[in-house]
């Protein structure tokens, strides 16, 4: 069945640029998505590429999908502290139910 | 604007007790509805999805049912609660076959 994973936890430094990784399995995903997650609160779409697409940039945000090895990852740069959060990756195809496959979140957090 | 509630924020009930959770969408007819789950530390888990009223489809075997008796409401059930039934439960809507699924701010529940 359709999985998708991501490393659980990432520290960066304030200012410097984050990269959250993903890997999917489902080679029919027509999207995947980046959601986050603030504590206590249901999740937020943050960004999201389709599948034809190699790579999108969205103000800090960027996302790059290698459709090969199946790896969509993302960026962002000068993190701040109000980034900290969780981030879920996704992937989803074009369908009447359009369901979502969430990966397990990484969780974010800042350092000064 | 669309809106989507759910009620209640924080639920605390005893082991073998029945729940009722309730999803409710505003601003949009004839929406895809999902039930999501999130334990402690782990990912989104998709419980339930309906495409229309009365059509219910589960994801996972589990002790827990969902119904949708009208359009734009959609309720999570269970005649007796586990312990293992603790989580974060989130609702989300999305518009057909809309890329972008919308999240309620989720509902906690926790069993004793």
């Known amino acids: 069945g359709e999985d998708v994973e991501q490393s659980l936890f990432l520290s960066v430094r304030e200012g410097d640029s984050s990269v959250i990784n993903c890997t999917y399995t489902?080679?029919?995903?027509?999207?995947l998505y980046w959601y986050k997650q603030e504590p206590g609160a249901g999740l937020q779409l943050l960004t999201y590429i389709f599948s034809n697409m190699d790579m999108k940039q969205d103000q800090r945000l960027t996302v790059l999908l290698n459709k090969k090895d199946k790896h969509l990852s993302l960026r962002i740069a000068d993190t701040q502290t109000g980034d900290s959060a969780i981030y879920f990756c996704a992937e989803g195809e074009e369908s009447s139910a359009s369901k979502i496959i969430f990966g397990s979140g990484t969780r974010l957090s800042i350092r000064p | 604007s669309q809106t989507i509630h759910q009620w209640p924020a924080t639920l605390v009930q005893p082991v073998g007790s029945p729940l009722s959770l309730e999803c409710t969408v505003e601003g949009t007819s004839n929406p895809n509805l999902y039930w999501y789950r999130q334990a402690a530390g782990r990912g989104l888990q998709l419980l339930f999805y309906?495409?229309?009223?009365?059509?219910i489809s589960s994801e996972v075997p589990q002790n827990l049912s969902a119904s949708r008796p009208q359009d734009r409401q959609f309720i999570l059930s269970s005649k007796k609660l586990l312990l293992s039934d603790s989580g974060f439960y989130l609702c989300a809507w999305t518009a057909g076959t809309s890329y972008e699924q919308f999240f309620g701010p989720g509902t906690r529940l926790t069993v004793l």
């Open positions: 309906s495409v229309g009223i009365g059509q």
């Open positions: 489902d080679s029919s995903s027509t999207y």
